[in-house]
């Protein structure tokens, strides 16, 4: 999968402020694909000098085996969806896109309403906002559920700003070949204007601008339509 992730001048990136990772060299470790390795346990990518089996790399590396496929629904437009089954707490998708300022994001957002944009997908990353309206990949894909089967984790990621924060999505459950792949939308958002939720669970809420009685761990993704409207990570 091409990740297409771009830091642009809003982001302004000072070199002073950039957070750090040190490599992990626990022995217990082996690959720093769970919780023996500190740099996983502090939600933060090793760095690009870690050892060689390292595995915390998902924002650089290319995966060999992409485990979700895009296709089209019945009312939905595009979403994802597994191809093979997937396993409770893999991490399978970093959200790519422009990077960009809180401000910067809605100046786009009144172009983007000007402009009769239907859908965006901004997505707040820290004190930044990831806007793969253009550049991403297939991140913004992911649509809406009630009862959602992935959630979205806000990792720190080194020689970025100390602010930002990459959006990884994970699995919240082990997840059958053929099911489609979710995240609750966490929009703030003008609650006079009503979203339909089309996600056909039981504890549907049958709006966007609600939550289910118990809601599961939720997203953050901005949307056009006449509101000023974002996704919230889960914060680690």
Not at 112 to 133: I, M, R, S
């Amino acid at each position: 999968m091409r990740i297409k992730h771009r830091f642009t001048t809003s982001y302004c990136q000072d070199t002073g402020k950039l957070h750090k990772t040190l490599a992990c060299n626990y022995e217990e470790c082996v690959d720093c694909s769970d919780h023996s390795c500190p740099n996983v346990s502090r939600s933060q990518e090793c760095p690009p000098n870690c050892k060689k089996r390292c595995k915390n790399q998902l924002s650089r590396i290319r995966m060999n085996t992409i485990p979700f496929v895009i296709a089209e629904t019945r009312d939905k437009g595009k979403s994802l969806f597994a191809k093979t089954h997937i396993s409770k707490e893999t991490r399978l998708l970093y959200y790519a896109g422009e990077i960009i300022s809180k401000a910067e994001s809605l100046e786009r957002l009144t172009k983007y309403e000007a402009e009769g944009v239907e859908h965006n997908y901004l997505f707040e990353c820290g004190q930044f906002v990831c806007d793969p309206t253009k550049y991403g990949n297939a991140g913004k894909y992911a649509n809406n559920s009630c009862d959602p089967n992935l959630e979205t984790e806000q990792w720190k990621i080194h020689g970025t700003h100390k602010d930002y924060r990459a959006i990884f999505f994970t699995a919240v459950r082990d997840i059958p070949k053929g099911d489609e792949l979710t995240i609750k939308y966490d929009f703030e958002c003008d609650p006079s204007i009503e979203r339909k939720c089309l996600c056909g669970e039981t504890i549907c809420t049958g709006s966007l601008n609600k939550l289910p009685l118990e809601p599961n761990k939720r997203s953050n993704k901005r949307s056009s339509s006449g509101a000023s409207e974002k996704k919230k990570a889960k914060r680690l």
